[in-house]
């Protein structure tokens, strides 16, 4: 087979809130080599430094700054700060270091990832790039749901079905598991791993590494079956 066609899917990767590429990065490696090995996982950080660290925050006691947010908002997510220009900021990353074939997020990082292939969709986001081919989603949520309002230009993020194949994890323990299972109504086809730990990237048991794998050889099938189209 030819080299380029049997390439791994790249994945653009977004950290969690008040947490770093290389922290999340850290965090991956709680699953199987076997799993990580079949993507090209390229981890950045978020455009703006954290607002008043993380004190008292697991990160801080793991990790040495810097530490880095995506975009800001108000305690109860209801208004939001720097959003346009984290969407450019992302959009500029993957013109300067892509193409890329899919997204994937933790936490805040999640809620972009999960926004992004609608905003694109409607055109207000990442014009100028690929299309995002698929989607992982981990301890993730939805713009405009029950308990995050949208920022203006995502409000139109989920407004039609999904289409792109997505993963998602949710954890027993997470306090972000309503907002996860409500943001699967979004997607055409989520495939779902359950797991019972917290907020966290969790460890992958058997069934779980199954799962991923299963969405990975399916993604590649994507990945590959559109560059050997472009190529005809």
Known sequence: MDQQLAR?????????????????????????????????????????????????????????????????????????????????????????????????????GAFLSAALPGMQAEGVALTNVPKIKFVIVISGGKFGGSNFSSPKLAQNAFSSPIECPSLHFLGEKDRAKPNGIELLDSFVDPLVIRHPEGHVVPKLDEKGSETMIKFIDKINDIVCCRKEISRL
Not at 30 to 39: A, D, I, N
Not at 56 to 73: H, I, K, M, S
């Open 8 to 108: 791994k899917p790249r994945v653009l990767c977004f950290h969690g809130f008040r947490t770093s590429g290389k922290i999340f990065e850290k965090q991956t490696e709680v699953w199987p080599e076997f799993v990580r090995e079949k993507m090209d996982l390229v981890f950045i950080d978020a455009p703006f430094p954290a607002e008043g660290g993380s004190k008292g925050g697991v990160a801080e006691e793991l990790f040495d700054p810097p530490l880095y947010e995506w975009f800001q908002a108000n305690k109860d997510f209801s208004e939001y700060r720097n959003f346009d220009e984290c969407i450019a900021f992302v959009e500029d990353r993957m013109t300067r270091i892509g193409p890329f074939d899919g997204l994937m997020g933790f936490s805040q």
